[in-house]
């Protein structure tokens, strides 16, 4: 199971830090990645974590995408957030996730509930 949280209102430029607690299996045996989708538009790859992290172009040098083995928890650390990053962000996990397969959702298994991130100018 997957506990998504963190979004919210932010304005251009700002930060947020998203978190996704992982239950029933430790983040260190999963592959996790983020996802978003932004009003009428269909779901998009941001970034995902196995042995080193992958970024959607729209992401790299602002986004980071991290995991704490202790608390079992993934975070997606977001700065300079612009307008076009309004989106919901959904945390996802799965096993066996080949590298040429972490931008596909439908490699993934688990899915959290989603967190609203709003960037407002």
């Known amino acids: 199971q997957l506990q998504a949280c963190g979004g919210g209102l932010v304005q251009t430029w700002g930060s947020l830090r998203l978190s996704c607690a992982a239950s029933?299996?430790?983040?260190?045996?999963?592959?996790m990645g983020w996802f978003r989708q932004a009003p009428g538009k269909e779901r998009e790859f941001v970034a995902a974590?196995?042995?080193?992290?992958s970024y959607a172009d729209s992401a790299k040098g602002r986004f980071t995408i991290s995991r704490d083995n202790a608390k079992n928890t993934m975070y997606l650390q977001m700065n300079d957030l612009k307008s076009e990053d309004t989106a919901i962000y959904y945390c996802?996990?799965?096993?066996?996730?080949?590298?040429?397969?972490?931008?596909?959702?439908?490699?993934?298994?688990?899915w959290g509930q989603g967190t609203l991130v709003t960037v407002s100018s």
């Open positions: 974590i196995r042995s080193n992290p």
């Open positions: 996802a996990a799965g096993t066996g996730i080949i590298l040429s397969s972490v931008r596909n959702g439908e490699a993934y298994s688990y």
């Open positions: 029933g299996r430790p983040v260190r045996t999963l592959v």
